[in-house]
């Protein structure tokens, strides 16, 4: 059994447990028996249902199955070994064991701003989705967002109008939830796009799954945009765990008077980024065109020849030093100082949040 089928095999037992099957997956596995042995499932706190279900489904030949039928359907398995495995999420907390993608995986790595907000918004709320994100998705932002009504549906739209975007769902590979929303997939799918889940094939989605995703939204993104929330709703949510994974969160103004402005004044007063238009987004990422740019993933492109151990320890966005510390292990006043040097050799920029890359081509008039 190859590692992609053992890997799915495991995500099907733990039916949608994301920290179980991480638990499960953070030693290496040779075969099943290296899986299921009791001083690994010890370990990793494996319950019994989970590997009597694994045991059940290898009998009856489901990985295998469920694997053809996943590449039939144009999906392919990432695991955090795969080259288009997103670099951003190697650092939050409770990552993905791996991910099922169908699409453009390459994008996965590109630079996202994620996009998020009521379900039920207003007119204006939509409209400002579609055109926030138009203008994003046009200066080299992917826009991420869940698919759902709403915010979300209007922030894919005005993505595709301009560039890309990528939509994390809340269920298993297969028809996208809410069934409106169907075409809307299909049109990211044609138009270079991505759809992208943790959860395995055959399960539908749970409220219970959707703060799962909304971590895999903001972790996915260099920052998160709320454009329109009640005070208590998932994209606040989302707002919070992009705080807790050291993101930026912009929040859109509204009226005094629509109770979906609330949310958005409520991060506002809290710290949140103020958002009226693409010069609040620059103010922040000090040159956006540049950043974008910087965090693309540069297969081929071209990279600087410099041979600074340390740029091995520079993931996609904004790189903190505490984050290079513990990548890297160089003591803090030693990391200050080789920090500096490549600042002024050009070789990384500061930004918010940190420092990136910077390659050839990049330099900021």
Known sequence: ???????????????????????????PAANINDLLSPARR??????????????KLLKCGEPQRVRGQLEQDGWQILTAASSEWPPLLVDIDAAPALLFVRGNAQLLGRPQL???????????GLDNARRFARVLAGAGFTITSGLALGIDRAAHEGALQAGTTIAVLGHGPGPCYPPRNRPLAEQIIHGSGTLVTEFPPGLAPRKEFFPQRNRLISGLSLATIV?????????????????????????????????LSKGCHRLLRD????????????????????LAESTSERSGCGHSRHTDPLLRHFITGPNSIDQL??????????????????????HIQRVAGGYCRRYPGNEIS
């Open 1 to 27: 059994m190859d590692r992609d089928t053992l890997v799915l095999s495991a995500c099907l037992a733990c039916a949608g447990s994301s920290n179980e099957l991480a638990r499960w997956l953070s030693e």
């Open 42 to 55: 010890r370990r990793a706190r494996i319950r019994e249902q989970t590997s009597q279900r694994l045991v």
């Open 114 to 124: 994620a996009m998020v907000g009521a379900r039920h918004a207003s007119a204006e």
């Open 227 to 259: 454009v329109e929330a009640a005070e208590h709703s998932g994209s606040l949510i989302t707002a919070r765990l992009a705080l807790q994974q050291g993101r930026e969160v912009f929040a859109i103004p509204g009226s005094i008077h629509n109770p």
């Open 271 to 290: 710290g949140a980024n103020w958002l009226e238009s693409l010069h609040d987004v620059q103010a922040v990422f000090s040159s956006l065109t540049s």
């Open 325 to 346: 510390h513990q990548r890297s292990g160089i003591a803090i006043q030693d990391l200050t100082s080789k920090l500096s040097s490549l600042e002024i050799s050009g």
